[in-house]
C-alpha cells in the first residue's frame, strides 16, 4: 500500500464507513463523525480532491475514486482484523478500536498480512 499521511487515511476510511453507513457522505457529515471543525474538513476535503482520493458534486456529494476505495478498504480492513483480534484477547472494545485505530497506520504491509494469517489460523 502507497503511503499517505495518516490524517489522509483517517479521512479516507471515515468517508468509506460513513457511505456504508448513509449511503451518501458530506463534510458535516465527516466533522460530525470525527468530531472535527467544518473548516479543517473542508481543508483536508481540498487535498484529498487535489491528490485524486475524492470527488465532489456540486451538491457537496462526496466520493472515493478508484484510488482512494482502495486506501479506504486497506486500512478500514486493518481496523476491523486489529479491533476484533485485540478484543479476542480481552482488550474492552472501545479500547480496542482506539488502539486499532492508531496500529493500522504503522504496522508494515508483511506484518500486517503475518498478524492476519495468524488471526485466521492460517499456515503461514
Keep these: 500500500m502507497k ?14 464507513i460513513l457511505h456504508q453507513r448513509n449511503g451518501s457522505v458530506r463534510s458535516i457529515d465527516i466533522a460530525s463523525e470525527m468530531e472535527f471543525s467544518k473548516p479543517s474538513v473542508s481543508v483536508a476535503m481540498k487535498h484529498l480532491r487535489e491528490k485524486g482520493h475524492i470527488t465532489m458534486n456540486p451538491d457537496g456529494q462526496i466520493s472515493l475514486t478508484p484510488e482512494g476505495r482502495r486506501i479506504a478498504a486497506a486500512v478500514y480492513e486493518r481496523h476491523l482484523l486489529f479491533t ?34 495468524h488471526v485466521e489460523g492460517q499456515e503461514p
Excluded: M
Design 3 to 16: 503511503k499517505i499521511q495518516e490524517s489522509a487515511e483517517n479521512y479516507l476510511e471515515t468517508i468509506l
Design 84 to 117: 476484533r483480534w485485540l478484543t479476542s484477547l480481552g482488550v474492552a472494545p472501545q479500547v480496542a478500536a482506539e488502539d486499532a485505530c492508531r496500529i493500522e497506520h504503522v504496522i508494515s504491509e508483511e506484518s500486517f498480512r503475518a498478524i492476519q494469517r
